[in-house]
């Protein structure tokens, strides 16, 4: 299973971003949760969100809830996160995962497949 982020860039504090995680080969990752991670520069990675295999139920992180919105397509084997009033303490490298079940958590040890992750920069 391969995993591929994309969507991240350069934004100004208090903009958005739309992160986008496709799956291949198709029809992996339908059955299990999906989840968002990240890593800011000289820190360890971090959990951001994620969404259960229905996409019934999401948990987010204390500092991006309200902000950040998970949410996915299983039709096009796309998860996505919906990044709005970002600021600078968002920069980070974002990784999406897949998860070990149909439940994620936010331990990255329930995760098994990994993206190679896609830079998010917010300027202030």
């Known amino acids: 299973v391969q995993l591929q982020a994309s969507g991240g860039g350069l934004v100004q504090a208090g903009g958005s971003l739309r992160l986008s995680c496709a799956s291949a080969?198709?029809?992996?990752?339908?059955?299990?949760?999906m989840g968002w991670f990240r890593q800011p520069p000289g820190k360890g990675r971090e959990f951001v969100a994620t969404i259960s295999w229905r996409g019934d139920m999401t948990t987010y992180a204390d500092s991006v809830k309200g902000r950040f919105t998970i949410s996915r397509d299983n039709a096009k084997n796309t998860v996505f996160l919906q990044m709005n009033s970002l600021k600078s303490e968002d920069t980070a490298v974002y990784f999406c995962?897949?998860?070990?079940?149909?439940?994620?958590?936010?331990?990255?040890?329930?995760?098994?497949?990994w993206g190679q992750g896609t830079l998010v920069t917010v300027s202030s």
């Open positions: 995962a897949q998860g070990l079940s149909a439940y994620g958590g936010t331990d990255s040890s329930r995760y098994r497949y």
């Open positions: 080969p198709a029809r992996t990752s339908s059955n299990n949760a």
